[in-house]
């Protein structure tokens, strides 16, 4: 734990003037508060008895007692200011190093986590931890002050009844302790909980077709229900821990006040103090107490905070995926490309692609076709170096994808995917998503070449019609020609179409199958389909199963050779 909040305040450090001026407001704005028992002392001792009473005197500690609280008034703002610019600035930091962290880490780790978990990292734990800073910053700072301020205007007054406070305090302490390390793995449990809910909620919402489809609402709120129970569960046994640590200490300073109380008592009895200076103590020894009361209150936020940084800081501790900055990059690419004995697995024990080997010449269509999981979306992942190889190597334009860097060799790639991918913003913005300085003419036509123009013109607002990242209300044809016209507008040297037109009517596809002709022309293509039909005209059909080739040529080669490749055919095109 006290490694985890003293990495939280190393983030603190380029705001250390903040810290400075805090520390200093609370300083002045406390010890100048702590001046106010004194002069109610003082006042209390002006009043002598009947008739008896300085006016004059009362009038004069009046005015002191104004002036010390407008003073401590304004110190405490400036400290209250100073250390919400702390706190917020240190959680902006960390939040920013976290999604940088999650650009920065490799594919694998984002497919293996749930989204949802890692959503809730970057917003609901950097939330939490938000708030357990604000806390420590400005509560913390002033506790500390007031109860070594307070502790020197008590030996001031009388050293002995001091002794006796001091010698009470650590019970508080102990007991503080004790419950804090209980509150803590009850918290650390809460925000792992947590995690595991946002994750489920992000997975159900993201899906609600899928689970009205097959009507399993109810299954869904009952595995929610137990997610649920149990955050609840461990929600009251996290609370209950943290809010007995307030009342714990409160009756532990209140036996503090009442040995005060009675050992102060007996001294004014005796003449060794004034019933002012009593009272004083008496104020000084509820201001002592106070701190403890709230420090322990914020000894449960801190609880929560740092069982929520831990979880960011797992993500960010995350290894990155190996720098490339010391790289050359691929200045010009030909399409050439050579799988060498490559082979990959996703799990060790599990092995997918063996020995894979292949080659591409410049300006080749190459289409893969096989059943669901034979690696055929696999082997574009490693010629995208989403994933590294286990072994062998693969060459493009010449150059080993490891030996160069993976934004000049991403670039090289145009990507159209089965699965759309879209953003909150405008329909150009969309389209314009590869190529940021494109011009609205280039961007029209782009759109004209894959018949997008017409559909996007009889929207509200044409080009500029804002969708969000699910596409609102297009369908999922509409999304796919969008993301065909992004590739169409950026113009890369290859071209890898996973399914593109899998989610296109006929008539359309037969149109975007044209434009794709246009495209292709003198490029490396890669075209992973199912559907046979639009592969016909490929140079080169890789036929895979189980991570290896086991038929190649063209497609009058394949059919010829009436095997695999043959049956799936005629599969498809059978009455």
């Not at 569960?233 to 006040?257: C, D, H, Q, V």
């Not at 996703?346 to 190459?366: D, H, T």
């Not at 296109?504 to 003198?522: C, G, P």
């Amino acid at each position: 734990m006290k490694k985890v909040l003293k990495r939280i305040l190393s983030y603190s450090k380029p705001y250390s003037l903040y810290l400075i001026l805090a520390i200093t407001s609370a300083l002045i704005g406390v010890l100048v508060s702590l001046f106010t028992p004194i002069f109610i002392g003082n006042a209390v001792d002006l009043i002598i008895s009947k008739d008896n009473v300085d006016f004059i005197g009362l009038k004069n500690i009046a005015i002191l007692i104004t002036i010390t609280i407008l003073i401590s008034v304004i110190f405490e703002w400036v400290m209250g200011v100073c250390s919400n610019h702390l706190a917020y600035k240190t959680v902006r930091d960390i939040r920013c190093e976290l999604f940088a962290k999650l650009n920065e880490v490799p594919l694998k780790y984002i497919d293996g986590n749930s989204r949802g978990d890692l959503i809730s990292r970057a917003v609901n734990d950097i939330e939490i931890l938000s708030v357990g800073l604000v806390q420590i910053f400005t509560q913390f700072f002033t506790g500390i002050v007031i109860i070594f301020g307070t502790l020197g205007f008590m030996l001031t007054i009388n050293a002995n009844i001091t002794v006796v406070v001091v010698l009470i305090t650590p019970l508080s302490l102990i007991v503080a302790a004790k419950i804090t390390k209980a509150s803590y793995n009850a918290y650390k449990e809460q925000s792992e909980l947590r995690g595991d809910a946002g994750g489920y909620i992000e997975e159900m919402i993201g899906n609600q077709k899928v689970i009205k489809a097959f009507s399993y609402e109810n299954r869904a709120e009952e595995s929610f229900n137990k997610i649920n129970d149990n955050l609840c569960e461990t929600g009251i046994k996290a609370t209950f821990y943290g809010s007995t640590t307030n009342p714990s200490t409160r009756f532990l300073n209140g036996l503090i006040f009442v040995a005060v109380g009675v050992v102060g008592a007996l001294a004014t009895i005796n003449g060794r103090l004034s019933v002012g200076q009593l009272s004083s103590f008496l104020t000084y020894s509820n201001q002592y107490t106070k701190p403890f009361n709230e420090i322990s209150g914020v000894i449960a936020e801190l609880q929560n905070a740092i069982a929520s940084a831990e979880r960011v800081f797992d993500v960010i501790d995350t290894p990155s995926e190996s720098s490339d900055k010391h790289l050359p990059e691929m200045v010009e690419c030909n399409g050439r490309m050579e799988m060498k004995n490559v082979s990959f697995s996703y799990v060790p024990e599990l092995k997918l692609i063996k020995n894979f080997n292949l080659n591409v010449e410049s300006g080749q269509r190459i289409a893969i076709v096989g059943p669901t999981g034979c690696g055929k979306t696999t082997v574009i992942n490693l010629l995208l170096r989403f994933y590294d190889i286990d072994s062998g190597e693969i060459i493009v334009s010449g150059k080993n994808i490891n030996k160069i860097t993976r934004d000049s060799l991403r670039s090289a790639y145009g990507m159209v995917l089965q699965e759309t991918w879209l953003f909150s913003g405008s329909i150009a913005e969309n389209i314009a998503y590869g190529k940021t300085n494109a011009t609205r003419e280039e961007i029209i036509e782009a759109a004209r070449a894959v018949h997008a123009h017409g559909f996007i013109k009889r929207l509200p607002k044409g080009y500029d019609t804002i969708i969000n990242e699910d596409g609102g209300s297009l369908s999922q044809g509409q999304k796919q020609l969008i993301s065909i016209a992004r590739i169409m507008l950026t113009n890369p040297p290859i071209l890898i179409l996973d399914e593109a037109t899998s989610s296109i009517d006929i008539r359309t596809e037969q149109r975007i199958q044209r434009a794709f002709e246009k495209l292709m022309k003198n490029k490396t293509s890669f075209i992973i389909a199912h559907r046979l039909s639009t592969i016909q005209n490929a140079d080169v059909i890789l036929v895979m199963n189980n991570g290896d080739i086991i038929e190649q040529g063209n497609h009058n080669e394949l059919i010829a050779m009436n095997g695999f490749y043959a049956n799936l055919y005629n599969s498809q095109f059978s009455v």
